[in-house]
């Protein structure tokens, strides 16, 4: 069956660190490499890294009805969001940016319960805690480090 709980735990968690590394990558591609560029590099490593994580962690079957179709929206959702994020990430202050990575946490926390049911575990509240007091960390600091340049 599915992982659930515990045994998923560091799935998310492997998860969260790409996903950090990604905005990390975003925030120090060169100017002359095209946002597009970066998005659809983005892009091939989800495609490579979800086609594994499939084959290592789901039963195999052919969707049927409109599952394709709206598989195909999930595809060009996915790519328009991360085109979005990565440009907002090259070009805005992370200290504007944090606030909507935090929403995105919200939305997903609600859209669990809302539309599955499913009310976040003490192991989730405590994952979901220690990224919003990263994210909170790393902006302090960077506005800590431009005082400090700005000011030497």
């Known amino acids: ?3 659930t709980g515990y045994e998923a735990a560091p799935l998310g968690l492997i998860g969260a660190v ?3 590394g990604r905005d990390l990558a975003a925030r120090r591609t060169p100017e002359g490499i095209p946002t597009m560029v970066a998005a ?3 892009l091939v490593m ?9 084959a290592l962690f789901e039963v195999q079957v052919m969707p049927e009805g409109r599952t394709p179709w709206l598989l195909l929206l999930a595809g ?3 790519m ?5 994020v990565i ?3 090259r070009v805005a202050e992370i200290g504007v940016l944090a606030p909507f990575f935090y929403a995105f946490t919200l939305a997903a926390v609600l859209s669990g319960v809302i539309v599955f049911g ?5 192991l989730a509240l405590i994952g979901i805690a220690l990224i919003v007091g990263s994210g909170i960390a790393v902006v302090l600091l960077d506005e800590r480090v431009k005082r400090r340049a700005t000011a030497g």
């Open 1 to 3: 069956g599915a992982a």
């Open 18 to 20: 790409l996903v950090a």
């Open 40 to 42: 659809l590099t983005t």
């Open 46 to 54: 989800v495609l490579i890294s979800a086609t594994i994580a499939s």
């Open 76 to 78: 060009v959702l996915v």
């Open 80 to 84: 328009v969001a991360n085109f979005l």
């Open 87 to 89: 440009y907002a990430l």
């Open 118 to 122: 499913d009310v976040p575990n003490s």
